[in-house]
């Protein structure tokens, strides 16, 4: 009776606080102001040296930051680090029942709210990890003291539990008061002592202190911030590099509290970068930021196309490809951000897709010495790899292929088209026995050629023109096949890659191909600069303001310099002085 009244006490009240907290220190977020950087940028800049890109002028600004709950990743990765994959195996059909979560696509903001389904998941995982774990007496003895496998546990047996275990999930030390309730729960009468422990357990796993980031700190005098605790520190160092809770090494430095020192943080940030969630969590995002994370499902590709390349796997090969190259640059290769974008490095296994890259197909399970290098074509680094080139259809996309990389790789924002011109052009279309005849370039051109779509197609059509050179399928091709509506080839035409592609500032860059736009970008300021800002909104789950110009800058930096590395620049975007406090 005890436990399902405290169960339903318990349950309700946290489904008030997880509608509450999202809200809680969320401030307006203003866009930047590019006038006024413009004013703070230095007027003899040369887009060929390293101009100042971002106006760093308070290394202690920082935007605010909403307090959320943990993502469905983080999530994951912090129960299976507390309590092993067996437990994850056992709450998995109710991990898998937790929504995803959703992001803007250009600034990354969390959309996803809570549901009943988020609560009545968050429940059933909870249960399933403490079924597991109490039935376990390996597990048992690990977690809450050998003594608690003895048929009449002590009182104070729970205490090894409350001064070390508990600490890993709250991500600090309990406070009296939460010692005296998990007491109260561990030793309550008329139930088996394990029992006792998986509700104890159950309760603190549907804590806000375990769901949640929480940053409460302490009042600043001086300024309008909170200052965090060293356990607030440690914790937000590991799930900005990792995605994951902080471990023992973190909570250690943080209980000492030499975390607060900028070298031992760098530290830590080095070392969790390179632990596998801190791996994933980075090729991830920078498969994201390229567009090199999924596919168009090429299955519905026209037959001839189809006939060229038929492995089954290849649209998955594609992206494990593509992630592999981010790992090797990134962690194995200590690249740069030239290298992320002129590596001709492949580890196409799959035959088809070692074919699409002009090489024989790479040794499974590699070592770092084995890659295979793309001798073959004008392809080059990660933005010119099959993922983000494919199309289901008979046509290449030039339009997509433009805006993502003006607004990815240039962070040229481009406002969506009207309905009724976005109508329109697309009704600009021409008669089948027309269209077949007609290069993808030129239709383009012309049902595009209203004034007021060219306000943005003027930058967006150059630069998939560029890619043309490019098949459905990423494969370098020196015509374009068209298909009649049987799916059957019916010509082949002349391709025309050559254009002026705007990238920055009214800056136009003139190229054969897709193979000098990207080689342009990997050496130009811009594309650094834009680089910085997407793994910022990526790190922060939001839009960059005029106060996080100091933490762009210290990554920007590191990427311009001839001995940097992507890594590092990580390492100072998440290492600044903001990392102290959370801004009101």
Not at 105 to 115: I, M, V
Not at 201 to 208: A, K, N, R, T, W
Request: aromatic share 10%; charged share 20%.
């Amino acid at each position: 009776m005890f436990y399902q009244i405290y169960r339903h006490r318990l349950y309700f009240l946290t489904f008030i606080i997880l509608l509450i907290f999202p809200f809680q220190n969320c401030g307006p977020m203003k866009a930047i102001d590019s006038s006024e950087l413009e004013s703070l940028l230095s007027e003899n800049d040369s887009l060929q040296n390293n101009p100042k890109m971002f106006a760093c002028i308070d290394d202690n600004k920082l935007s605010k930051t909403p307090s959320y709950n943990l993502t469905k990743v983080q999530y994951t990765n912090t129960l299976k680090d507390l309590f092993g994959t067996n437990a994850i195996n056992q709450a998995l059909q109710s991990l898998n029942q937790l929504p995803d979560d959703l992001f803007d696509r250009f600034s990354n903001q969390r959309l996803s709210t809570f549901s009943k389904q988020t609560i009545d998941s968050y429940h059933q995982v909870a249960t399933a990890v403490a079924n597991q774990v109490t039935q376990s007496s390996t597990q048992v003895s690990i977690i809450f003291g050998a003594c608690a496998n003895q048929t009449n546990p002590g009182a104070n047996c729970i205490d090894n539990y409350l001064d070390n275990f508990s600490t890993r999930i709250f991500r600090r030390p309990l406070t009296l008061e939460e010692k005296a309730a998990a007491k109260k729960v561990s030793n309550a009468s008329g139930f088996n002592y394990k029992d006792n422990l998986k509700y104890l357990l159950i309760y603190h796993l549907l804590s806000p202190q375990f769901l949640f980031r929480l940053e409460l700190g302490h009042q600043n005098d001086v300024n309008d911030k909170f200052d965090l605790t060293p356990y607030e520190v440690a914790s937000r160092i590991s799930f900005l590099t990792m995605d994951a809770g902080p471990d023992i090494q973190l909570l250690d430095d943080a209980k000492s509290g030499v975390i607060l020192d900028v070298d031992v943080q760098k530290k830590h940030v080095r070392r969790l970068l390179r632990s596998q969630n801190g791996q994933k969590k980075w090729v991830k995002a920078i498969t994201k930021w390229s567009g090199m994370d999924s596919t168009e499902d090429i299955s519905l590709s026209p037959p001839e196309l189809l006939a060229l390349y038929p492995s089954d796997d290849l649209q998955a090969a594609m992206k494990e490809e593509a992630a592999e190259f981010v790992d090797y640059i990134i962690f194995e290769m200590n690249g740069n951000f030239s290298d992320l974008l002129t590596s001709k490095v492949s580890f196409a296994v799959n035959s088809d897709l070692a074919k699409i890259y002009g090489h024989t197909p790479a040794i499974a399970n590699r070592t770092p010495s084995s890659p295979i290098s793309m001798m073959v074509g004008r392809r080059q680094g990660l933005l010119m790899r099959a993922p983000a080139l494919t199309s289901n259809r008979p046509t290449t996309s030039i339009i997509s292929r433009g805006v993502a990389f003006q607004t990815d790789v240039l962070c040229n924002e481009l406002p969506p088209p009207p309905g009724d011109l976005a109508d329109s052009r697309d009704n600009q279309v021409f008669e089948p026995d027309e269209r077949i005849i007609t290069p993808n370039r030129e239709a383009i051109t012309i049902q595009t050629q209203d004034v007021t779509c060219m306000a943005c197609h003027n930058s967006i059509n150059p630069t998939g023109f560029a890619f043309e050179n490019f098949g459905p399928f990423g494969e370098i091709r020196k015509d374009e096949m068209t298909f009649d509506s049987f799916g059957n080839l019916h010509a082949r035409l002349a391709i025309d890659t050559s254009t002026e592609v705007p990238t920055w500032r009214g800056a136009k860059v003139s190229v054969r191909d897709a193979f000098d736009l990207v080689s342009h970008v990997a050496n130009a300021p811009e594309g650094r600069a834009c680089f910085s800002r997407k793994m910022f909104r990526y790190l922060h789950e939001k839009r960059e303001n005029n106060d996080d110009e100091c933490q762009l800058d210290k990554m920007y930096q590191e990427l311009s310099r001839s001995d940097g590395s992507i890594a590092e620049g990580l390492v100072n975007l998440i290492v600044n002085p903001s990392l102290l406090y959370k801004q009101k």
